[in-house]
């Protein structure tokens, strides 16, 4: 301040760096801080602090804060803040905001330099104590801290005390960084750029790959990992599996897969490697090895969908950021925008803003799970000998997102990009032989990709040739993926329960079955509802298109896998089916799996001779398409069939 001293109309600010936010310009500030016709103000709080038994000693005030924040913020006049400062006689790590303190309660002081406070946080916000009186004002293309109590807006908001979190959470708005004019005014700001980077320069990371549960689609979340945009030869993969069931995905993926990376690490369940014992020992690999410069972790539960994904959050360059994630159709995410007082959950004002991506950008948050990136000088520095997993207890994924606030390093979450979605575990029966068929209401986004035909979508598209006519009022179109065909196939074979193909059947209401086949119904393997949801999601639609002005309800009671063989029962006579309208499944394929077999519809005298597997036929149930199945003459033919709107 000496070389200022002298200097009559120079006004200086003073305040913290780390915990302040300035929501104005100077000449905001200059205009505010002369209508206050003082030569210093001081910012005012709520708490009598350091000490409470000054508390009688402070001028009266008939309204605002009463009690100074003195040793974060203020602002005066070079020869008044010069005059008060040179007053120090301490040493440096003695308390600051007594002295002041002292000052301001001197009424002879007070008078000689004209303080003041600002009571109702005209120029200063202080939030400790004061959090439920600021809101967000968004204004034209810029945001606002308003204190609601006294209707100003401040101009420097001061993350005061315990109020952190709430100043991260101002500051992903005040005052340009998101507007809802312009989005995110930041995110571009020191991004890194690889495209002029070899393979071989890019940064090295450690992947870290926890199966902590059984998890639906481990197959197609393992290769993932296979297929991510990124030079494997910069990859170093550790995977912890603590699930027996899933041996067989991390064997089958490491027999695939082990020439692509130099270096993989996998603890399988015999181990018995605690969670947070396995996440200790993957993020200390990146942390001992100085050529580490990320570390990666992903839970087994995460779908990422964007193979540019670990790119996309280097380029961020944050210390810790995680791509957003959600579960589909839910609100059910990867992070929290607040904390309760008890560092739990609590949802704040943007959060189901931020998952929908009716904001987006890169956020600063108190919690993140499931799949995040840190860097790896943050971990060697700032993070260096903090346990960010271990604690008796307590739950892995709070320790670490509380050592990482504690450290006072921000963790950020971007919803620039789609990234992927959350698979849900909590209905995952692995006594199943193939569970995964049964994710079809828990997790439809990855039981489409995985279940259901690659042309489907094809169907509802301008051209629509995918759909074939070839008997009148017959439709041919895909449905099924090889994939649900054979495990379909496999799931009833392993069921064993095949009907003999008589006349008499207790299964059916009235006991009897007048064009008996040899099959299993899908309410045998509980598979019903599943298949209901099926024919609501896949089937309907195409009805719909195919046979306009005709509303499928799609109810069906008779769903059931029909299998034909040359000395079991290779065909099926003329008949009527039970139903508005009947679909029929190919679930293997002519002259591979079986010779012979089709349907001809008699009425046309129209045969159907090579059903492609996965393709579905549709037609009409009663009165028009009398239909038979033409004989299996080798090997095993096996359709699903569903008899809708009965």
Known sequence: ????????????????????ILAGGPEELLWKFSRFKHRVVFSAEGFCWPDQKLAPKYPPVHSGKRYPQ???????YAPDIYEIVQQWKLRDND???????????????????????????RIFQNLNGAVEEVVLKFEKSRVRARNVAYDTLPVVIH??????????????????????????????????????????EMPLVHIGVFIEQPTPFMEEF?????????PQSRLRLFIHNNVVYHEQHVERFWNRHRSLFSDIRIVGPEENLQ????????????????????????DSDVALSNADTLRILIEENKSVIAPMLSRHGKLWSNFWGALSPEGFYSRSEDYIDIVQAKRVGVWNVPYITQVYLIRGDVLRSRLAGVSLFQQEGADPDMIFCRAIRDQGVFMFVSNRDEFGRLVSTSNYNTSRLHPDMWQIFDNPVDWREKYVHENYSKIFEDAGDVVEQPCPDVYWFPAFSDRMCDELVETMEDFGEW????????????????????DIHMNQIQFEKEWLKFLKDYIVPVT???YPGYYPKANAVMNFVVRYRPDEQPSLRPHHDSSTFTINIALNSKGKDYQGGGCRFVRYNCTVESPRKGWSFMHPGRLTHFHEGLPTTQGTRYIMVSFVDP
């Not at 014992?277 to 990666?296: L, P, W």
């Not at 009907?499 to 040899?518: F, I, M, Q």
């Open 1 to 20: 301040m000496q070389k200022h001293k002298d200097k009559e109309k120079t006004v200086v600010l003073f305040v913290d760096s780390y915990d302040v």
């Open 70 to 76: 003195l040793r974060r913020c203020f602002i005066g």
């Open 95 to 121: 308390d600051d905001q007594l002295f002041y303190t002292l000052i301001y309660l001197d009424k002879e002081q007070r008078t000689k330099f004209n303080m003041t406070l600002d009571h109702k946080s």
């Open 159 to 200: 993350g005061n005390g315990p109020t952190k979190l709430q100043l991260n959470y101002l500051g992903n708005y005040v005052p340009t960084a998101w507007t809802y004019e312009n989005g995110c005014g930041i995110c571009d700001d020191d991004l890194l750029y690889f495209n002029d980077v070899t393979d071989d």
């Open 222 to 230: 393992l290769e993932r990992l296979a297929t991510m945009n990124y």
């Open 275 to 298: 969670h947070d014992q396995a996440r200790t020992m993957a993020v200390e690999a990146c942390r001992s090895d100085h050529s580490c410069d990320y570390y990666f972790s992903i």
């Open 499 to 518: 009907s003999g193909g008589k006349h008499k059947d207790e299964r059916l209401a009235g006991g009897y079955e007048n064009v008996p086949t040899v």
């Open 544 to 546: 719909e298109k195919l």
